[in-house]
């Protein structure tokens, strides 16, 4: 009965956590989920965490997608924001640099400690605890703050291209520059040295 569940609820390589399943009893859906691995129907990431297996298109075996995972654990959790894309990634996936990321870069709710690594199925995830509580509301405007504290030292881009690129980067993520205020007293010196660098400044007057 669980593995049709799963089947009609999750997708190729989405990660299935233990806690999102129906039952009353952890321990005798530990049990089933144990069974349908045995069985090879199931894979598993790690305790708690597993895939449906498939076999993909070129005839391997299907893997778990780490973008899943991430949103899923550290992101959205249970359809809430708790967090967001942040360092090298965030700087890589809006054109300020070409260097491909080592590692996953997140700041999340979910975090623990100050940083922390994870490796997952040969991935390694760094997961930094936020300044303050990531919601919804604020969530771009961290984001935002965030890159202005490395963009000095992960830019390739300089004066009027970083200038353009940061405004675009900021209307795509629909930042608030009241909220930014707020949260700015959070933040180093350096941040506001590159928001006036960047051209920002206007939008914090």
Known sequence: MIY??????????????????PGDSKDYLRQEMKKLVDDGRLERLYNGVYYLSYVTILGTKGRVSVDRFIEKKYLNVEGKVSGYMTGLSLANKYGF???????YEVCSNEATT??????????????????????EKNKS???????????????EVTGRERIDRLKRFVNSIRVDFSIVKDLLPLYSD?????????GMMCELV
């Not at 640099?97 to 590692?103: E, H, K, V």
């Not at 100050?114 to 919601?135: E, L, S």
């Not at 984001?143 to 830019?155: A, G, P, T």
């Open 97 to 103: 640099t070409t260097q491909n990321p080592a590692a």
């Open 141 to 155: 405007s961290l984001q935002f703050l965030d890159l202005m504290s490395v963009i000095d030292r992960y830019s």
């Open 4 to 21: 049709e569940y799963i089947e009609k609820n999750y997708q190729n390589g989405e990660p299935i956590f233990l806690s999102e399943l």
């Open 114 to 135: 100050k940083q922390r690594k994870q490796t997952i199925d040969g991935n390694t995830i760094i997961v930094y605890k936020p300044m303050t509580a990531v919601t």
């Open 190 to 198: 350096r941040v506001y040295r590159n928001i006036y660098e960047g």
